[in-house]
């Protein structure tokens, strides 16, 4: 198994700001909770483990980050609205009610502009993960073909060589065979 330096980048070098890295650092923990050993390991360190299986759950539990987010300001949006046409409706009773209400809006107005700016942190964590990933596939696709074609050029070159050795070897026993 390689070691997990050597399939890691530090967490600090991907471009994100501290606030994203404490993210990425938090929902990698989660994501890989479950699955490996190595994952949380890396995690705990600081670093992003580079190998297919660990970006693809990373990115799969950041898709249903992102959705949850996006549900949640839906709602918000859709509370905003009902805030907003209750205070239209409610005209006559604006003055008591005004400070609750406009306190409520406030409220779900910061609680959205949050989550707005962590969709967007996780978005572009996001978009490092699945860069990270094609560049793993990328290299893993390179090795394999690498391989590969070292494994036909090795047995192509070594079916040669038993060739032009049972080539000597029938040409000096038909040799022999005309002296007697």
């Not at 990698?28 to 992003?48: C, W, Y």
């Not at 992102?66 to 709602?75: D, L, S, T």
């Not at 060589?161 to 026993?173: A, D, F, K, P």
Request: hydrophobic share 30%; glycine share 4%; no cysteine.
């Amino acid at each position: 198994m390689p070691s997990v330096e050597a399939a890691t980048v530090p967490d600090t070098q991907l471009g994100l700001t501290d606030d994203e890295v404490q993210l990425l650092r938090f929902h990698q923990a989660q994501a890989n909770s479950s699955s490996s050993r190595a994952a949380s390991r890396a995690s705990s360190q600081g670093l992003l483990l580079l190998d297919s299986a660990s970006l693809a759950s990373l990115s799969r539990h950041l898709d249903r980050l992102m959705q949850q987010i996006q549900q949640r300001i839906e709602y918000l949006s859709e509370q905003s609205s009902i805030v907003t046409l209750q205070q239209y409706d409610r005209a006559g009773n604006l003055i008591d009610n005004a400070d609750a209400e406009i306190a409520r809006f406030q409220n779900i107005m910061a609680e959205m502009d949050e989550l707005e700016v962590d969709f967007d942190r996780i978005a572009h964590i996001k978009d490092i993960v699945k860069g990270q990933r094609r560049r793993v596939e990328g290299l893993e696709r390179e090795l394999e073909q690498t391989s590969t074609r070292r494994e036909r050029e090795h047995h192509s070159h070594s079916h040669s060589h038993r060739h032009s050795h049972s080539s000597r070897h029938e040409g000096s026993s038909s040799g022999r065979r005309h002296r007697h």
